[in-house]
């Protein structure tokens, strides 16, 4: 009897070792695919960060530093007309400020 009892649990142990050896190599499968994934994801991301990076120093540089002043100048007086009372004064007051 002692020795079923031992041949019942050592087939028990060879099935579980078989069922894990299954698991180990499903577990290596999974991380070999995300692996893949996220080298995919990651190319992807450094690509588009590649082209915004392009595009702003096209859009930069296509401008002439006078456009640019221009552009300055629209921005700060459409700040100037959203501004009222006091606020107003002190921001004319700070410009004032900063010119000399």
């Known amino acids: 009897m002692k020795e079923a009892y031992q041949q019942k649990m050592e087939a028990q142990l060879k099935e579980w070792a078989a069922k894990i050896g299954e698991l180990m190599a499903k577990a290596e499968k999974a991380k070999a695919d995300l692996r893949a994934g996220l080298e995919t994801a990651w190319d992807d991301l450094k690509s588009a960060f590649n082209n915004a990076v392009a595009r702003f120093k096209v859009k930069t540089s296509s401008k002439s530093?006078?456009?640019?002043?221009?552009q300055r100048k629209r921005i700060s007086s459409s700040r100037r007309k959203t501004t009222s009372g006091k606020s107003k004064k002190r921001s004319m007051n700070s410009m004032r400020g900063s010119m000399n």
């Open 65 to 70: 530093p006078a456009r640019r002043s221009k």
